[in-house]
């Protein structure tokens, strides 16, 4: 009944509980109890509506608000329980002879305060402290099996790109041009969903804007907007049609298995200006500096700030990642289970790059009136630098 072939195997499952386990100790928290999908998934293997109560010491519990069938089908766990509501977990330990926490962890970041609340009623013997930076630096780095998942989401990703040339032409709304790209997606397999953690994150798909549409600011933290197709949405395509001689943005994720892949490519109808053909060609070269600068150990908001001098360099500072106060203070960020995971390669960010993480790096351009040029590649961190996953052809595509 259910296809089991994608599921988290049982070891990947055991070794992230163990690092949880282990910084549960060190932080003298006694169990964390996991209550949003993204780290629900990530530690149960399961996104059916649960919680995951993972002591410090011992063995974990799911229980199973619904469907526990299907839980039991695609989680590896072996303590799987059914429970009615959320206020039997207490005793749902109990049974299990797990004693209540002195103190819980809780991922305080992205808990509605209601609920949190609610936990601090049923756990009224709990000091309650928040884990989620500890869940999410767990999640930087990224282990083999992710990163397999994450390889084969990149080439996926190369694929839509390629499909672009397929679909484009002159007159075509980009709403349009975006829904076909997005169904030849569907195709291939990509999940639909796009998770972000911050509040008020949405995304769908990603941005395909034309010309001086790409330009427009929006309330995400991106350096590219949209005008979209209503103010309820406020970013991505809209219904301006494509013309000739602009830049046309194509900044999609694509979501395999759980697992995000963030390519932008910039296509043109025939030839660009030459201002905008050499501010895409320095974003180039400030992605191959900081893919050789982005090594083990140095720090994530030090990337940026060697972005922006080489930027600066070009001549084009003021228009980085965004024009005028509009402009992000970032070039690149995590991508994992989500679209903005640990690191981020920001101003002032002080975490230091490791082994395994992965990175969307992106730098752009934008010129308002005219459009945005730049790069956008999904890249795992190693002893030399990124090593870079999505590979389809990085100058302007103009097609004649």
Same mark, same amino acid.
């Given at each position: ?6 599921n ?16 549960l ?39 199973v ?36 926490p002195?103190?819980l ?6 808990l ?15 000091k ?12 930087a780095v ?15 990703a190369d ?24 169904? /030849?997606?569907r195709k ?7 998770? /972000? ?18 330009a ?8 590219t907007g949209?005008?979209?197709i ?41 030839d ?10 320095? /974003? ?36 980085? /990642? ?11 960020h ?27 790096l ?5 010129f ?33």
């Open positions: 009944m259910f296809d089991t072939k994608h988290v195997p049982k070891s990947e499952l055991e070794s992230r509980i163990k690092n949880l386990q282990s910084r100790a060190d932080n003298d928290i006694d169990g964390a109890l996991i209550l949003q999908n993204t780290d629900l998934y990530y530690f149960s293997g399961t996104v059916q509506q649960s919680y995951f109560y993972i002591p410090a010491h011992g063995d974990p519990l799911l229980m608000q619904k469907d526990l069938d299907r839980a039991m089908a695609e989680s590896a766990i072996t303590g799987i329980v059914s429970i009615e509501s959320p206020d039997q977990i207490p005793e749902s330990l109990r049974k299990q002879e797990i004693d209540l002195h103190t962890g809780l991922e305080m970041d992205v509605p305060v209601s609920r949190y609340f609610k936990f601090q009623k049923f756990f009224s013997g709990s309650i402290s928040d884990i989620s930076g500890i869940i999410r630096l767990i999640r990224k282990s083999n099996y992710e990163i397999k998942i994450i390889q084969k989401a990149s080439q996926l694929s839509v790109a390629e499909s672009v040339k397929e679909f484009i032409f002159e007159g075509v709304p980009e709403i349009e041009l975006a829904g076909k790209i997005e169904a /030849m997606a291939l397999g990509h999940q639909g969903v796009i998770r /972000m953690r911050m509040w008020g994150g949405e995304l769908f798909y990603g941005h395909l804007m034309a010309g001086d549409s790409a427009v600011p929006s309330y995400l933290s991106s350096p949209g005008t979209a209503n103010p309820a949405i406020a970013q991505g395509p809209g219904q301006r049609p494509v013309r000739r001689h602009e830049p046309v943005l194509v900044d999609y994720v694509f979501a395999f298995n759980g697992y995000l892949a963030d390519h932008a490519r910039i296509f043109s109808l025939g660009l200006p030459d201002e905008l053909i050499f501010a895409h060609k320095a /974003m180039l070269s400030v992605q191959e500096l900081i893919k050789r600068k982005a090594k083990p150990g140095i720090r994530a908001g030090e990337l940026y700030e060697i972005a922006l001098e080489k930027t600066n360099e070009f001549g084009f500072a003021d228009h980085f /990642m965004g024009f005028g106060s509009s402009r992000i203070q970032f070039v690149g995590g991508v994992g289970l989500e679209l903005d995971e640990f690191p981020f390669l920001a101003k002032n960010q002080d975490l230091i790059l490791e082994n395994n993480m992965v990175i969307a992106e730098p752009k351009l934008i308002p009136g005219k459009g945005v040029v730049g790069i956008e590649n999904t890249h795992v961190v190693g002893d030399d630098g990124l090593n870079q996953l999505t590979l389809f052809e990085e100058d302007i595509i103009v097609l004649k």
